[in-house]
């Protein structure tokens, strides 16, 4: 267990909709990073950050958006889905930044049908 | 802007046997980290080894190593004495220490040990 809990693990919805997905870092950890995986893209850096700021921004889409809460925990909003976002979307954390040792969640996998 | 490539799509060894896993990269900065992940059928990411680009010194654990070449910035990895349990996709990453500081992986190489 890497200490980082990602919420929901599996979550299937229509185009179109709307999800959020929820990241909570290791105790401490004050970095926070996001993760895109798909199949033929490998993983995909989206968006960072350090104690409740942005710090580094990726290959993130416009419809897609992310906050770091007072408590440190993450979210990422994924707006007007379309099939291509299907995808498995990581979070990993790091006391410091950058992360010279990330620890990952076990990922959602968002299904867009 | 910084690459990671890595040459081998899938490899298949005997277990027992020792496998190297190769892995490139493009940086113009001097100052950076290398990484070696594993993800497992589970999923999860799981960090193998480390290097930090000032050190010489090759990284070892237990029976992962690496061999680090900067000049040609090359990074590879070998697993001595393979095991069942070592059968997963593994990813070579850098992150550079200034600028956007953005874990960069590379496509992965999928690693099956047969008993």
């Known amino acids: 267990d890497s200490g980082v809990t990602q919420t929901p693990k599996h979550l299937i919805t229509a185009t179109g909709q709307r999800v959020t997905l929820r990241c909570s870092p290791r105790?401490?950890?004050?970095?926070v990073y996001w993760y895109q995986q798909s199949l033929d893209q490998g993983l995909q850096f989206l968006i960072q950050y350090y104690n409740g700021e942005e710090r580094a921004k990726g290959n993130i889409l416009e419809r897609f958006s992310a906050q770091q809460f007072p408590d440190l925990h993450s979210e990422l909003n994924l707006s007007s889905l379309e099939l291509g976002d299907s995808a498995l979307y990581f979070c990993?954390?790091?006391?410091?930044?950058?992360?010279?040792?990330?620890?990952f969640g076990q990922g959602t996998r968002l299904t867009v049908v | 802007a910084q690459t990671v490539t890595q040459s081998q799509p899938e490899m298949s060894v005997q277990e027992a046997e020792t496998v190297t896993l190769s892995c490139t990269y493009d940086?113009?900065?001097?100052?950076?980290?290398l990484f070696w992940y594993k993800q497992p059928p589970s999923r999860q990411m799981i960090l193998v080894i480390r290097?930090?680009?000032?050190?010489?010194q090759n990284a070892t654990e237990n029976r992962f190593s690496v061999n680090f070449q900067k000049a040609a910035k090359s990074f590879s990895l070998k697993i001595s004495d393979s095991q069942l349990g070592d059968t997963a996709m593994y990813f070579c990453?850098?992150?550079?220490?200034?600028?956007?500081?953005?874990?960069?992986f590379g496509q992965g190489t999928r690693l099956t040990i047969n008993p």
């Open positions: 105790s401490g950890d004050l970095s």
């Open positions: 990453a850098f992150i550079n220490l200034q600028g956007a500081q953005k874990l960069v």
């Open positions: 290097q930090e680009a000032y050190k010489q």
């Open positions: 990993a954390s790091s006391l410091s930044s950058p992360n010279t040792e990330a620890f």
């Open positions: 940086t113009s900065e001097n100052n950076y980290y």
